[in-house]
């Protein structure tokens, strides 16, 4: 059909065209992984499947810590917060769901290069934690790290996360999971309408804009009713 379709000019035609040969070799994929799991019984690396004809970027994300673990698609986005939940810097992962810890670098170089120096404090869960992670925030001078150890850990660790400055980083870090929640639902960030991975970038950076300006009409807010109310 798409060579029948290569005689005429029609700008309809030429995008129709245009589509189906874009989409012959994604359905041909679409066939033959089904071939190979189903047919054959052969067990395919989640690179190397395909989930979408119309958006094939989207990714095979495992969420979950325990059975059942929750299986969504899409892309796996990165935040960096600061103060009054302000998100100062996202990230769209657009191949594969690597581990936590390897997102935490630029995230954190990124933090330096917007405000001119590394942040006072850092948090994360525990999925966050690598050795080579904490080498490198104090490296960059950040002053509290509070990254908890996973697995085993020495009395001297034990010691270094129950510091009063560490469980008060364990508490912003509890309401960053709240407030990322919140950016899910309020802006609508389930579900991205636009098409391919740069709208779904696109997507992300709206929803982070709004919820940015959220938080800040919120202060603006707060500070406004507070000073009426001392001259009152």
């Known amino acids: 059909m798409a060579d029948a379709l290569a005689e005429h000019t029609l700008a309809a035609v030429v995008r129709l065209r ?11 994929q679409a066939i033959e992984q089904v071939v190979q799991r189903v047919l054959e019984g052969k067990t395919l690396s989640a690179a190397d499947k395909i989930v979408s004809l119309c958006e094939p970027h989207t990714q095979i994300i495992r969420r979950g810590k325990a059975p059942p673990r929750d299986t969504e698609f899409g892309h796996k986005v990165n935040y960096g917060e600061v103060e009054h939940g302000l998100v100062s810097e996202w990230q769209v992962v657009p191949q594969g769901n690597p581990p ?4 935490l670098p630029p995230i954190l170089r990124a933090h330096g290069k917007l405000f001119g120096h590394a942040p006072r404090m850092l948090a994360g869960d525990r999925g966050v934690f690598s050795p080579d992670n904490e080498d490198l925030a104090r490296q960059l001078g950040v002053a509290q790290i509070v990254l908890p150890q996973r697995g085993y850990r ?3 660790r034990r010691a270094y996360e129950k510091q009063r400055w560490f469980k008060n980083g364990l508490r912003f870090r509890t309401g960053i999971e709240g407030r990322i929640s919140v950016l ?3 802006v609508q960030l389930r579900r991205c309408p636009y098409r ?3 709208g779904f970038e696109r997507w992300v950076g709206w929803g982070v804009l709004v919820a940015n300006l959220t938080v800040m009409g919120r202060i603006y807010h707060k500070r406004h009713t ?6 009152n």
């Not at 245009?18 to 041909?28: K, N």
């Not at 507070?226 to 001259?231: F, G, H, L, P, V």
């Open 18 to 28: 245009a589509q189906l040969l874009a989409f012959i070799p994604l359905v041909s």
């Open 100 to 103: 936590d810890a390897q997102l």
């Open 154 to 156: 020495t009395a001297e």
């Open 184 to 186: 899910r639902r309020t």
């Open 196 to 198: 391919g991975l740069d």
């Open 226 to 231: 507070r000073k009426r109310t001392r001259k």
